[in-house]
């Protein structure tokens, strides 16, 4: 049995493409089951695997200061024990028919992924194993005890560590009291404080069968994809739960210098920046890849790592999320570069604030994002996630087959718009852990 799978594995493995996918429109299909989840189906028939995830709303954005890390806590316990199956039992049934089990944890969503062969008997046990561990979580009191201690002593090994000291700083300035700012694994006294019950009332109250959302691809028709939805979900908790976010509050402009001894400043600048649906999600996205998310090509690159030398690397993102996610810049540097790479970076980021891109550099994102794109839909597994995003933002069907006209669509002006719009520099947050006492510059905020 074990050859068998492995050989079939390794088939899958050589089968990095999906052609017939990747050329041309995503056929999604959607429906509800009997209790109100939400189904997104694609049938791939190319290669003899299975894909599925189920997610709700259940991230660390539903936990509260005295609860920080419970949401992890319980998404992390799912699949340490559940239908009458102690963890080593789970991983022994996974094994002997080649499933995969994974996990999906972010600031809105929890849920997670199964991936299996679609012969009968691999489907089936992999099928009946995830149903339970969805539907009948177990949380051993002894397993929690062991994984409160693991996560705890990372935390107390993580807080030592300046890139750590500089992300919770961040957040706090960014978010403020949003739940945005509670990390995801929670805090040292949060977690040794959570027991059996706190998990058991997160799970009823967040993973009910109305707020989950499955996402499947692979092989099956859709006859046996809407039966699958039904069984993953029929035993949930009954009702719905949505995610009921406050507004992110706008930050008040501010430098906080914590020291450190680490050979090199880590800074993080940030603003908060886009929901999922925001209407300037394409002209800000395209706009960061120009100034900082294009790897080497990009203004911050060129600024601070090739004409002077300041940094290895430099980066900023948006991550969308259900609230506005953050707007971030990052990079490290010698402690005592720390107020000139300041200086460069924010004068970059004023300057394309102000003026937006150039034709030519334009041009340039949209070839690479236009280019580099069937890369994002290449694999099932990329697929699904794909499929699950659409699903818990229930963006439009057709958004992965939009999404490069769109890209094309973006203009100058709508850029330099966008960015005025979402970043105000002056209001801009910034951390540094590490910096030399005797920079004279580490706290202007302003070029």
Known sequence: MGNRIFRALAALAAALLLPSLASGALPIQHWQT???ARVYFVESRDL????????????SSTDTESSSGRAAMTQRLLSLGAGGLDENQISARLADVGAQLGGRFDP???GMTLRTLSSTREREQAFDLFIRILQQPEFPAAVLEREKARVVAALKEADTKPETIAERAFARLVFGEHPYALRESGEVETVAA???DDLLAHYRARYRRGAAVVSIIGDLSRAEAYALAERLTEGLPEGNSG???PPVPLPQGQTRRIDHPATQSHILLGYPGVSRNDPDYFPLYVGNYILGGGGFVSRLNQEVREKRGLAYSVYSYFLPLKAQGPFQIGLQTQKEQTGEALRVVRETLQRFV???????????AKQHIVGAFPLRIDSNRKILEHLAVIGFYELPLTYLDDFLKKVEAVTLPEIREAFQRRIDPERMVTVVVGASEHD???????P
């Open 34 to 36: 009997a209790g109100g």
């Open 48 to 59: 003899p695997i299975i894909d599925v995830s189920v997610d709700f709303p259940a991230g």
């Open 108 to 110: 809105d969503r929890a």
């Open 194 to 196: 959570l027991t059996r």
């Open 243 to 245: 995610l009921d976010l």
């Open 354 to 364: 102000a003026q937006g891109p150039t034709a030519e550099e334009l041009k340039r």
């Open 440 to 446: 004279p510059d580490i706290s202007q905020r302003r």
